[in-house]
């Protein structure tokens, strides 16, 4: 059997690259929350009524939905790796001696990495999300912009090389090994997205969800036009078509081709090994 610290490896790798791969999407996340409705003004309560009226009866429990993609439970059995609650402190330790640079965890937020990483997961089908869900800082620089002689601007090619190490370490990660990793200790996962209010829910489905939600984002033909927003100042895409895509989909919007390209058959290949039996 192996010890602990022979398998930690394996979760932080594919934490390191799921963090890889949400750093993608890191650059488009607006910290907006839409905000809740206003309640509506106080009323009289009604008169009290002559009797009592009868007990409601208790609508039946909702039943879970049926799980999709299951996990095997002999794949996910692994009593070394540490509770959800307690796994900060190894993770960061395990991934400052593995990472081959400083870049990959200079975007990382240290406290709660599983917990955060199933979160931003969980949003990227939205249009919006709370800045407090991300996993990673802001990607470095300014997003780069051209603008042609008829005055449209548009993402300059030269953006895509804030991305490339990132793309790189994503795209290039073994997405079998990696899907291997995270069925062992896929309890972990489980157990955060419970803790984010799924007490039903079962997150390999959802990570499927979102992983098809990404790849239905379009692929225009030419880099799509964009224009400051006067009020925030952040660019905003001219076809609102392009512009209600939610965050994750907007994001491989703004990747170079190859780029987006790329990503596309790593998700590809993730999914036909996160749905294998």
């Known amino acids: 059997?192996?010890?602990?610290?022979?398998?930690?490896?394996?979760?932080?790798?594919?934490?390191?690259?799921?963090?890889?791969?949400?750093?993608?999407?890191?650059?488009?996340?607006?910290?907006?929350?839409?905000?809740?409705?206003?309640?509506?003004?106080?009323?009289?309560?009604?008169?009290?009524?002559?009797?009592?009226?009868?007990?409601?009866?208790?609508a039946p429990a909702a039943s879970p939905p049926p799980i999709q993609h299951p996990i095997d439970p002999a794949a996910a059995a692994d009593a070394a790796i540490p509770a959800l609650a307690d796994s900060d402190a190894a993770a960061w330790a395990e991934l400052a001696t593995l990472a081959g640079s400083d870049a990959p965890l200079a975007l990382l937020i240290r406290d709660h990495l599983i917990q955060r990483a199933v979160t931003m997961i969980d949003n990227l089908p939205q249009r919006r999300v709370a800045a407090r869900t991300l996993a990673l800082k802001p990607v470095p620089g300014q997003l780069q912009i051209s603008t042609d002689a008829a005055g449209t601007s548009a993402i300059a090619e030269a953006n895509a090389q804030r991305y490339a190490p990132y793309v790189q370490a994503f795209t290039q990660a073994d997405a079998g090994a990696m899907v291997a990793a995270y069925r062992r200790f896929y309890p972990l996962f489980q157990q955060a997205y419970v803790e984010l209010g799924y007490p039903k829910g079962y997150f390999n489905d959802r990570l499927v969800q979102v992983i098809d939600h990404l790849l239905q984002a379009p692929v225009p033909a030419t880099p799509p036009a964009v224009v400051a927003d006067a009020r925030t100042g952040k660019y905003r895409f001219v076809d609102p078509a392009l512009e209600s895509l939610s965050v994750g989909q907007k994001a491989l919007l703004r990747l170079g081709p190859t780029q987006a390209e790329a990503v596309r058959k790593q998700l590809q290949a993730i999914r036909v090994a996160l749905v294998r039996t």
């Open 1 to 58: 059997m192996q010890t602990q610290q022979s398998r930690w490896p394996w979760v932080l790798v594919a934490l390191a690259v799921l963090a890889a791969a949400g750093w993608l999407f890191r650059d488009n996340l607006r910290g907006l929350i839409p905000p809740s409705a206003p309640s509506s003004a106080a009323t009289a309560p009604p008169p009290a009524p002559s009797a009592a009226p009868p007990a409601p009866v208790a």
